[in-house]
Nanobody, 120 residues
């Protein structure tokens, strides 16, 4: 059964950087587009970024373009989200899931998420 596990969240000051990791147990991520999503309190979950199986295609939400970079290492069965120049509005629980690149729609199952708080 596919189970995705997110890690790397924490408390960061505005302007800081952090890298999130997404791994899977019992499943190879290499054959799936994988995306990052986030949900802030009181808001709907939104797509942040999505990457193709080879890493050759990516998509980003306008709000993170130029600041976030998605990448993957299929040999390590891991997808990363490098986040730079973090802003308080980036505060949310971040999830990874399989995704459709064009729409950045995520698909079940969802992991437990990892919390990012951007605050001084």
């Amino acid at each position: 059964q596919l189970q995705l596990v997110e890690s790397g969240g924490g408390l960061v000051q505005p302007g800081g950087s952090l890298r999130l990791s997404c791994t899977a147990s019992g499943f190879s991520l290499a054959y799936s587009n994988i995306g990052w999503f986030r949900q802030a309190p009181g808001k709907e979950r939104e797509g942040v970024s999505c990457i193709s199986t080879s890493g050759g295609s990516t998509n980003y939400a306008d709000s993170v373009k130029g600041r976030f970079t998605i990448s993957r290492n299929n040999a390590k069965n891991t997808v990363y989200l490098q986040m730079n120049d973090l802003k308080p509005e980036d505060t949310a629980t971040y999830y990874c899931a399989t995704c459709t690149i064009a729409t950045m729609k995520g698909h079940n199952p969802w992991g437990q998420g990892t919390q990012l708080t951007v605050s001084s």
